[in-house]
């Protein structure tokens, strides 16, 4: 049975930062593309980094340069730091896995979600 994770999530001042963990269980991280995507209050879920079977990174704009995603494949963990939060950057984080070792395809499986709230 696949399960994924979250934890890590809470409030946090603007400027301040968080660590995101996806802890995974029945799945192989190692070949899976493996994303973070959060959804704001009244807003669409939108993908916020992604790493695939080949460790291509990739990130949206508005978290370039603040946001690190990262797995450890043996472990079975993936990442995400966050720094430098703005409000903006509240939501409920949500991790996701496969359906393949690219990420070019909707996600296969997602984990339950961690909120984040980020006040000014």
């Known amino acids: 049975q696949v399960q994924l994770v979250e934890s890590g999530g809470g409030s946090v001042q603007a400027g301040g930062s968080l660590r995101l963990t996806c802890a995974v269980s029945g799945y192989r991280v190692s070949v899976n593309c493996m994303r973070w995507w959060r959804q704001a209050p009244g807003k669409e879920r939108e993908i916020v980094a992604s790493?695939?079977?080949?460790?291509?990174?990739d990130y949206a704009d508005s978290v370039k340069g603040r946001f690190t995603i990262s797995k450890d494949s043996a472990r079975k963990y993936v990442y995400l730091q966050m720094d430098s939060l703005k409000p903006e950057d509240t939501g409920t984080y949500f991790c996701?896995?496969?359906?393949?070792?690219?990420?070019?395809?909707?996600?296969?499986?997602w984990g339950q979600g961690t909120q984040v709230t980020v006040f000014s």
């Open positions: 790493i695939d079977a080949f460790d291509t990174i």
């Open positions: 996701t896995g496969g359906p393949s070792g690219m990420c070019n395809t909707p996600p296969e499986y």
